[in-house]
């Protein structure tokens, strides 16, 4: 069986915040998680489609974690940290 999870969030690289999605999308330390790359693009396409301006320091971030672990989302949590210190 294979335990390796693979997840994808949007992710603000000036304050290392993630998207929470939606059409006026705001930034949280952790944000929404899509289970698809083509979700997450899908979700982009919308704003895009909806004339929101999609700056360049956004960036698709891709999760990959073993699902047995305790703390699941902790390499999100962990980059969402060293971004909003610096």
């Known amino acids: ?33 899509w289970s698809t790359e083509g979700h997450c693009k899908a979700h982009l396409t919308l704003l895009k489609e909806r004339n929101v301006k999609i700056p360049n320091n956004w960036e698709i ?3 990959t ?6 703390c699941v989302l902790s390499t999100a949590h962990e980059l969402a940290e060293r971004k909003a210190k610096k």
């Not at 974690?65 to 305790?70: A, E, K």
């Open 1 to 33: 069986m294979n335990n390796i999870i693979i997840a994808y969030k949007i992710r603000d690289n000036n304050t290392g915040l993630f998207s929470e999605g939606g059409i006026n999308p705001k930034f949280s330390k952790n944000g929404k998680t």
């Open 61 to 63: 971030v891709i999760l």
């Open 65 to 70: 974690y073993d699902n047995t672990d305790d």
